[in-house]
Structures are given as structure tokens and as C-alpha cells.
């Protein structure tokens, strides 16, 4: 197999012990099927994000209720199965967090085949290296809380557990106020 290449590559820029956590298997409401399953170019959008993914990245998770839907193209991305009872995106990540001992994680949903962009790989850990020790819910612009998105640090994963009954929305769960 090979080496996945290094999602930072610029000089002087620390690269963590870095993972990526792809989330399958939502409820796809509005799509009325799975949607990491629908066909891009012949193949599941899934496909090509871990596809994608594993370039960039040595550990690479995916997360699903169901995880064995997706195994015959899962490649060498680690099953994960999301046992919380409220299925949403927080949950999912917080199921990879719970077994990755990356320090920086990426993550992004299984029908987003034009995600693991390098130029955006760059950016989002370029700010997650100069985060380093912020917890996510003090992330602010112009006075005003921001959500994180794309990229996370595990000791930023705030109240784990509370998403999973839906006690704590998105929002409130990065919370540390």
C-alpha cells in the first residue's frame, strides 16, 4: 500500500499525527436515499471521498450507523459503528474521536466527494495548528461565537455524550460558557 502523503506541506508548519473521519449513513430525508451511495462518474460519492482521503491521510474512519453497507469499497478506512441514539453529524464525529488517537482530525460527510481538497486541507489545519490549546466554543469573529467546522482537536470535544440524547444541540455542545 501507499504511504498517504502529508496533509501539510508547507516549510515550518507543524504537522500533527493527523486522521480523517467520514461520515456515512444519515437519513437522507430530502434525498429519499442514501446519498453517499448515489453514483458519481460510476461510483458512490463515498467511494471517492475515502478514496480521496486516503491519499491524504494514513488513519482514515468511517462512520455509520450500519457500517457494513459501505465495506466492499471501504478500502482500508477503519468500520466505525455510531451506537448514539440521536443520529446526527456531532455524534458521528464524536464516535470517530472516541477511537482515533489522532491529535487533529478532518472531517467531513461521505457525499462530499470534493472535500479532501488540498488547497482546503492546508487552510483548515494551518488554523488548527494556530489554535492549538483554544478550546472550540471561545472561537470568535468580531465579538460574535463561531461553530468550528471542518477540523477539530480532541481535547476541544466538549461534554462528550450530551449530543447523543439530543440534550445539547450543536451549538450548546461547544459551548464551554
Given at each position: ?131 492549538r490549546g483554544v478550546p ?42
Amino acid at each position: 500500500m501507499a504511504r498517504a502523503e502529508a496533509p501539510i506541506r508547507r516549510p515550518g508548519l507543524v504537522t500533527d499525527p493527523t486522521c480523517a473521519i467520514v461520515l456515512a449513513g444519515g437519513r437522507s430525508t430530502r434525498f429519499g436515499s442514501d446519498k453517499s451511495l448515489a453514483l458519481l462518474r460510476g461510483e458512490p460519492l463515498l467511494a471517492h471521498v475515502l478514496r480521496a482521503c486516503a491519499k491524504r491521510f494514513a488513519d482514515v474512519l468511517l462512520v455509520a450507523k450500519e457500517p457494513s453497507r459501505y465495506g466492499s469499497f471501504s478500502g482500508n478506512a477503519r468500520l466505525i459503528r455510531d451506537r448514539a441514539l440521536v443520529s446526527t453529524p456531532l455524534a458521528g464525529i464524536e464516535a470517530g474521536l472516541a477511537v482515533s488517537t489522532a491529535e487533529i482530525a478532518f472531517c467531513c460527510g461521505g457525499d462530499m466527494p470534493f472535500a479532501v481538497d488540498p488547497s482546503l486541507l492546508e487552510a483548515l489545519f494551518a488554523f488548527a495548528t494556530a489554535l492549538r490549546g483554544v478550546p472550540a466554543g471561545d472561537l470568535s469573529a468580531r465579538g460574535h461565537r463561531r461553530s468550528p467546522r471542518g477540523v477539530g482537536r480532541p481535547e476541544t470535544a466538549p461534554r462528550r455524550g450530551a449530543h447523543r440524547t439530543g440534550a445539547l444541540g450543536g451549538r450548546k455542545a461547544v459551548s464551554r460558557r
